[in-house]
């Protein structure tokens, strides 16, 4: 990766407009990843003196400045409290100590990486993105629109509730990226299904969400065809690391597991 230029900015306005005038002009959080999806920067914009990185509780919600490292989300006391402890559960899950001291929730989310364990979580929760310049968008949508990254990812909120989690992630060894991941949510009896690393960027699996939603009273007949509706809706393909249809039979096996484990409240 050539990089030409590197750029401390003195403030956010600035930061914004020099990465506004040349499409290969891009910011810096980490930089873990960024490595394997550019070839060219012009300029760098690094952002760690602008952005927080703290984790930060309030009475309805929590705050997590783009800046927090992944190490950070995999200690914290708080996220551990809150969703089954998804969020630590799959920061836990990413490589070593060395890489999530760099890599940052912030980076991981705009970076919309394919093999991402974080934003399989994430999107669970369907977690509340805070741009400089867009203001707050909801992930799922940054996920699936073309919503043009040419702007900062400052915090992710985080709406406090009783959501019961469950994350799963498949890999050759505990440090290797996933061969496939799950998350699995239960807030109120409303169920949200995720997978991710298929590979492809984390989805929900909405034909099986709302087929399963919609009942009242859910027997392993029922948990069956949502896993049958979620492995036949969802995307798979082959690489070096498993095949589509093995992809697609774990995506089956780990949603039923999940959605057992918050269906009768096992975190």
Not at 114 to 137: C, E, M, R
Request: glycine share 6%; charged share 20%.
């Amino acid at each position: 990766m050539e990089i030409r230029n590197y750029l401390v900015p003195k403030s956010l306005d600035e930061a914004i407009m020099v990465l506004n005038q040349s499409p290969d002009n891009h910011v810096f959080a980490g930089g873990a990843w960024i490595k394997n999806t550019l070839k060219k920067i012009d300029t760098a914009i690094e952002l760690s003196t602008l952005i927080d990185s703290k984790i930060k509780e309030y009475p309805n919600y929590i705050e997590i400045g783009a800046m927090c490292t992944l190490h950070d989300l995999e200690e914290s006391a708080l996220l551990k409290q809150y969703f089954g402890g998804i969020i630590a559960k799959a920061s836990q899950s990413i490589m070593g100590i060395t890489v999530k001291n760099l890599a940052t929730i912030g980076g991981t989310i705009v970076g919309k990486y394919s093999f991402s364990d974080l934003l399989t979580a994430l999107l669970a929760i369907d977690v509340t993105l805070v741009f400089h310049s867009k203001g707050k968008l909801k992930l799922s949508t940054f996920l699936t629109t073309n919503y043009p990254v040419k702007d900062i990812l400052l915090s992710i909120i985080i709406e406090k509730n009783q959501t019961l989690g469950y994350y799963h992630k498949v890999s050759r060894t505990s440090l290797d990226f996933a061969i496939i991941n799950v998350a699995v949510t239960n807030n109120n009896n409303r169920y949200s299904i995720v997978v991710g690393a298929r590979p492809g960027t984390a989805a929900f699996a909405l034909s099986a969400m709302n087929y399963i939603n919609q009942l009242k009273n859910i027997t392993e007949q029922d948990i069956e065809k949502t896993c049958e509706l979620a492995a036949d809706e969802l995307s798979f393909s082959s690489n070096f690391r498993g095949t589509k249809e093995y992809r697609k039979s774990l995506a089956f096996v780990y949603i039923k597991r999940g959605l057992k484990a918050v269906i009768n409240h096992v975190s």
